[in-house]
């Protein structure tokens, strides 16, 4: 009997004890606002940018030979050896959005990979070079089938799929757009400098896709809701990204269909590569590829009003020069 | 070493391969993806599948020759199938081993008894098969419902490996879905744990093709069988006899599945596989001719009556989007085995196993469905076609596909036709810009074009006050830096129209162009809006637009069936 009392005591205490512990008095409530600011969110983007040096900010080279013309591109603003480090771990954030084969030029050119990897590699000594992109179609088959996973692989880069974990939720300081939404930080994390690789694309929304719409996969969700207001959500994707440098490839142009393309008569031989510290100079420089003026892409005055970069390219003195 | 332990390395090696084979059902080309692994293999050498095929399309499928080999070597052995190959039986085996460890001798041997409800599975055959034999009212192959192999394949690729996806990263994209992938779980789940009434249910009681087996092992050479028409009758011979098949007596052939645990148990070595029949006697197919005409009756009717729905006809359901290659609808269901093959290959995860939208003989057909998976049905890849067992789906060519080469005169092949509903379309509707769509086209030149329309925002008529330089001074509030965005125009009396690159609420600036010098007057402030449409000569049903709408819940494009190539008598085009 006295057993019996102690156990339905002690059954008594427990259940009352778990109840104690577990009560909830208020019930769920309209979720706050949580804001992860940059710089004070650990796992934010970090800043990847160099030290400017004027007179070195772009260059502008002509040429076919994609891993020639990339190279000369680089060595006119100081060479790898300015980008890169010996021991850093860089990202390249190439275009890999669709899943075409590179002849038809919607996805960077594994030429150019290639030719950056080895780069990062053999000059830079970069202790490991990571090659990434938050695909539209499915990634493994826009990996394969663009050749980046092939050229990247080849040239000692490892190539990293977006998976749901890498995404965090961020917010952009002095963005309206980008607030608390989820984007591709994970492989970020470690680098220490990022290299941005950008075909040059007729784009029907935003007029053009260059090195500053390649930060779209950066945007993780259901992130084509932004292209309701196309322009400022390229323009606040460039404040978010400091990079190292961007490259846009030029030697095609798809200068109809974009940015899926998806036939070579879409395509220009327009035998251009750019190099930059400054996206919106080489986006703007980029427009007259495609036979635009900078004033038909709004993105660019809006990065410009936001200290992005400068529109005027021509102001920064582009190094220009040819390679056969 | 005994025979039976023989017996169980064989079962756990084939169970491995059918594994091994199952998750290298992925594109890629390391060498765990598909590279040239014979996937289907187990399904080759499934008998059913080539005997429903035959007689639901006349023909023999030159990729299920191998099931002849199993013919050939159930006539020489008897079911060596399911004692030895068949993956699920290997199953059926561990879980009835399993749940039956630890009891009374006698109760193992009450378990494995003869059941008169052993003949349901002949019935079970016979209905399949009617439903599929009889082409002039209406030929649906519904055998992979219950055929143990199309079974435990759809169980493993749609559901099992999936959930182990989720974590351990099988495949090189996030995790897998599958509509009604409880439904196939829930088929799985009773099978196996039927073992813990009596082992190896499903076998002796609803397997179609142990049923099969079992009729054409009748006439095998070797058969297990008692060497002395007399013995003690210790029954030790049935405490662990899979088939049920009662060796101690007059053995019923037919639910032999070759175990060797007879053979094994008898303590005076009176079971052997030997060539004579046994000397105690033999019983053959226990199944009542009533039974069987009823059932093959039942069958040949059941499929003209599923046939009334009209689903297949008139009444087809537009949702119901095959995957590129397959067949025309009648000749679709009498191929295909819902064994789920092409579902776990697509590297877009878009094809599901579908419901019953499509008729009830379309439970887990493949079906697209855009708002899962990465991306629509891509245009590079044919996998589904080429994993397909039974060309339900054609293997055909990237060419065909997309209408190049030898092809160019017949166009790429359609899957469907992307319709948009205005009435929840952003820029139809809403006056907001979008185009996600038409960006998102892959064919060149893009199916989806767009209508360029400057439309007059709400309350978007506002009076000047003033024009100074480029910047109109109004005489109303209007939220600041809203029609900044590239997207907005200011249109004049005159007919004159401006992109707005600035505004405060009460101004609004221009940056190019120098605008009318009116002191008073209305203007219009405006966006400029591209409607998105779709030309259905162009369009091929891929639906990466419908995958890709920003319109999260029910897209504001979708794809339906109606222009498919498969099917002339839904086309929209003269």
């Known amino acids: ?324 | 070493m005994k025979i039976t332990t023989v017996r169980r390395i064989h079962q756990l090696f084939f169970f491995a391969l059918f594994l091994w084979f199952c998750i290298v059902t992925t594109v890629g080309e390391k060498f765990w993806q598909i590279r040239n692994w014979p996937i289907n293999w187990f399904l080759q050498l499934d008998p059913l599948v080539a005997l429903g095929t035959i007689l639901s399309t006349g023909k023999f499928y030159w990729s299920l020759h191998c099931a002849l080999g199993t013919v050939i070597l159930t006539i020489i052995f008897g079911r060596f199938f399911c004692g030895w190959i068949c993956p699920f039986g290997a199953i059926h085996q561990f879980v009835g081993y399993l749940g039956n460890r630890g009891k009374k001798v006698a109760e193992k041997i009450r378990l494995n008894i003869y059941r008169n409800a052993q003949c349901v599975k002949y019935l079970v055959l016979v209905l399949f098969l009617g439903m599929a034999a009889f082409p002039s009212l209406a030929s649906t192959l519904q055998t992979g419902l219950l055929d143990p192999i199309p079974l435990v394949t759809r169980s493993f690729q749609l559901v099992l490996l999936p959930i182990f996806d989720r974590g351990a990263y099988l495949t090189p994209v996030n995790a897998r879905y599958y509509e009604l992938g409880w439904l196939i779980l829930a088929v799985f789940a009773t099978a196996v744990l039927l073992n813990l009434i009596i082992p190896r249910f499903y076998c002796r009681f609803i397997c179609p093709l142990g049923a099969f087996l079992g009729i054409i092992s009748g006439f095998s050479i070797w058969r297990i069988g008692k060497t002395k028409p007399q013995c003690i009758n210790c029954k030790m011979c049935e405490k662990a006899c899979e088939g049920g098949c009662e060796p101690s007596s007059s053995i019923k052939i037919a639910e032999c599945v070759l175990c060797f645990n007879c053979r094994d148990d008898c303590k005076h070595d009176l079971i052997a596989y030997q060539t004579v029949p046994s000397l105690a006697g033999e019983t053959q197919v226990d199944v009542s001719r009533r039974g069987v005409v009823l059932s093959l009756v039942s069958g040949v009717l059941a499929a003209p009556a599923i046939r009334l729905s009209g689903k297949v006809t008139s009444n087809w359901y537009a949702g119901v989007v095959r995957p590129p290659g397959a067949l025309a609808e009648p000749e679709f269901l009498k191929r295909c085995l819902k064994c789920g093959q092409c579902m776990r290959v697509c590297p877009t995860n878009v094809i599901q196993p579908a419901g019953i939208e499509g008729g009830l003989e379309g439970l887990w057909t493949p079906i697209l469905n855009n708002r899962i998976g990465s991306s629509g049905c891509q245009l590079n890849c044919v996998a589904c076609g080429q994993v397909c067992p039974t060309s339900a789906i054609r293997p055909i060519t990237l060419d065909e596909k997309s209408g190049l080469g030898e092809f160019v005169s017949a166009g790429p092949i359609k899957l469907g036709t992307a319709f948009v509903d205005q009435g929840r379309c952003l820029p139809w509707s809403m006056d907001k810009p979008c185009i996600v769509c038409q960006e998102n086209c892959p064919v060149s030149p893009k199916a989806i074009f767009t209508k360029d329309v400057f439309t007059t925002v709400r309350d978007g008529v506002v009076s000047i006050k003033q024009v100074t330089e480029n910047t109109i001074e109004i005489d109303r509030c209007i939220p600041a830096d809203k029609f900044a965005t590239g997207d907005y125009y200011v249109l004049f009396e005159d007919g004159s129209r401006y992109k707005i690159s600035s505004n405060t609420a009460t101004s609004i600036g221009i940056s190019e162009g120098k605008v009318p010098a009116v002191a008073a007057g209305k203007v219009e402030i405006q966006v400029r809006l591209q409607k998105p449409c779709v030309d259905i000569e162009k369009c091929t049903g891929c639906g990466v637009c419908e995958h890709e709408c920003p319109v999260s819940g029910k897209r504001a494009i979708r794809i339906t069936a109606e222009g498919e190539t498969r099917s002339k008598d839904r086309r929209l085009l003269l």
């Not at chain 1, 019996?4 to 104690?20: E, L, N, P, Y």
């Not at chain 1, 190539?159 to 974990?165: E, F, G, I, Q, T």
Request: net charge positive.
């Open chain 1, 1 to 324: 009997m006295l057993i019996r009392g102690a156990k339905a005591a002690a059954s008594i205490a427990a259940a009352v004890g778990v109840a104690r512990w577990l009560y909830d008095p208020k019930g769920p409530q309209a979720k706050k606002e949580e804001v992860n600011f940059l710089g004070t969110f650990a796992k934010g983007l970090p800043d990847f940018s160099v030290p400017r040096k004027d007179g070195q900010v772009i260059s502008i080279i002509k040429g076919q030979d994609r891993a020639k013309t990339v190279s000369k591109a680089i060595e006119f603003l100081g060479g790898i050896e300015r980008f890169v480090s010996p021991g850093d771990v860089v990202v390249i954030k190439p275009n890999v959005g669709f899943a075409t084969p590179p002849i038809l030029g919607a996805t960077t050119h594994p030429d150019v990979i290639t030719a950056v990897v080895k780069l990062c590699y053999e000059k830079g000594k970069a202790k490991k070079v990571i090659v990434t992109d938050n695909s539209i179609n499915d990634p493994a088959s826009c990996f394969t089938i663009s050749g980046i996973s092939k050229a990247a692989s080849a040239a000692g880069a490892e190539v990293v799929m977006p998976r749901d974990s890498y995404f965090s939720p961020l917010t952009l300081e002095g963005g309206s757009l980008i607030k608390d939404w989820p984007i591709y930080c994970a492989p970020f994390a470690k680098a220490t400098k990022l290299i941005g690789i950008a075909p040059l694309k007729n784009h029907h929304r935003s007029a053009a896709s260059m090195t500053m719409k390649n930060w779209y996969g950066l945007l993780g969700g259901r992130r084509n809701v932004f292209h309701q207001d196309i322009n400022n959500i390229i323009a606040e994707l460039a404040m978010l990204v400091k990079p190292t440098l961007v490259i846009l490839d030029g030697t095609v142009t798809m200068m109809t269909n974009g940015p899926t393309g998806g036939s070579v008569s879409d395509l220009k031989k327009t035998n251009t590569m750019i190099a930059s510290c400054d996206m919106v100079a080489a986006d703007a420089f980029g427009s007259s590829l495609l036979n635009l003026k900078p004033a038909d892409l709004p993105y660019l005055s809006i990065a410009e009003k936001a200290g992005v970069g400068t529109v005027d390219y021509e102001s920064l003195k582009p190094l220009r020069a040819e390679v056969t």
